[in-house]
């Protein structure tokens, strides 16, 4: 897999990819959101290619105090082969080029089965009441 940024061309099969893997959700429109990353560190949105398909997403950013990484998704068929492993460190990588010095990510109530994959990143689970206020309606 080859880690680039992402580019327009990839939107259609970005969204499908996101449909796949469940992280689409209907008050935040994907559509919206790309077009919304691309306003701000375009470079840290991360895609992985393999055999000329995106078959991997991560959309990282870099607030001034903390790094944030959303959209982590790998395609059903290319899991178990490090992929995500590859995509977060090279986010890591680019954020330490930052200056950034924490990252931090968000893992949905239901998800929790992922939580092992980021403990085996070296994530730890802060305790932490992670709260939000939604400024701009998608809908
Ligand atoms: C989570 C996800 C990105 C993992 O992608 P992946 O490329 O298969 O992950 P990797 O191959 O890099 O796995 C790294 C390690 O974590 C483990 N792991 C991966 N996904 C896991 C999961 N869902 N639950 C438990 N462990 C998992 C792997 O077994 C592997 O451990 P190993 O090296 O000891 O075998 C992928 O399953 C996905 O897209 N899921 C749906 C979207 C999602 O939940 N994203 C995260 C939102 S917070």
Same mark, same amino acid.
Do not use: C, G, M, Q
């Given at each position: 897999m080859r880690v680039r940024p992402f580019t327009e061309d990839d939107t259609e099969r970005v969204i499908r990819l996101w449909n796949d893997c469940g992280l689409t959700r209907p008050w935040n429109d994907p559509?919206?959101?790309? +077009?919304?990353k691309l306003t701000v560190q375009p470079?840290?949105?991360l895609v992985g290619e393999h055999a000329g398909d995106v078959i991997a997403t991560a959309m990282i950013g870099f607030d001034g105090h903390r790094g944030? =990484?959303? !959209?982590?998704?790998?395609?059903p068929e290319h899991r178990g082969n490090g992929h995500s492993t590859a995509l977060m460190a090279e986010g890591e990588r680019l954020l330490i080029a930052l200056g950034c010095p924490k990252i931090m990510l968000m893992v949905r109530a239901e998800n929790t089965a992922v939580v092992?994959? !980021?403990?085996?990143?070296? !994530? =730890? +689970?802060?305790?932490? =009441?992670?709260m939000g206020k939604r400024l701009i309606p998608d809908q």
């Open positions: 559509r919206k959101d790309i +077009a919304r470079d840290l949105f944030w =990484v959303s !959209y982590l998704a790998v395609d092992s994959l !980021y403990e085996h990143l070296n !994530y =730890v +689970a802060e305790p932490t =009441v992670l």
